[in-house]
């Protein structure tokens, strides 16, 4: 069985990225993969939380803010790159060693997710294209 079991059919990424209950589960799923980026760069084990500053930041560097309602917090750019991250994961989209490898390649918190939110936004085009 795929981990895509959890996941509702979605029309467009505007409806990925508003989801509160992917979000939820993105929460969790993207401060673990923090946490052991943290944690291999200083060799022991450490627990890691991404600020929501950190996640809009990397949503407007990725182009995502346009697909976005207008009047929108930092809070629901944060939730918005957290429900794509994890939608990534569970559709076979990007694996969760592609996603260690790309935010452990930049130092910058913001610079990492905005690689990370790119890759997942090119790997579905191509997929989207291949149709």
Known sequence: MSKGYVLREYRNLEEVLLDKDLA????????????????????HPKSAKVNNRILAEA???????????????????GNAAEALIVFAWLDDTVTFEDSLGILGEKDNGVEAFTALLREILERLDKRDEQG
Do not use: E, T, W
């Open 24 to 43: 939820g589960l993105g929460d969790a799923y993207v401060n673990f993969l923090y946490s052991l980026v943290v944690s291999q760069r200083s060799g």
């Open 59 to 77: 949503v407007r560097k990725a182009g995502l803010r346009k697909l976005l309602p207008r009047r929108i917090d930092r809070h629901a750019l």
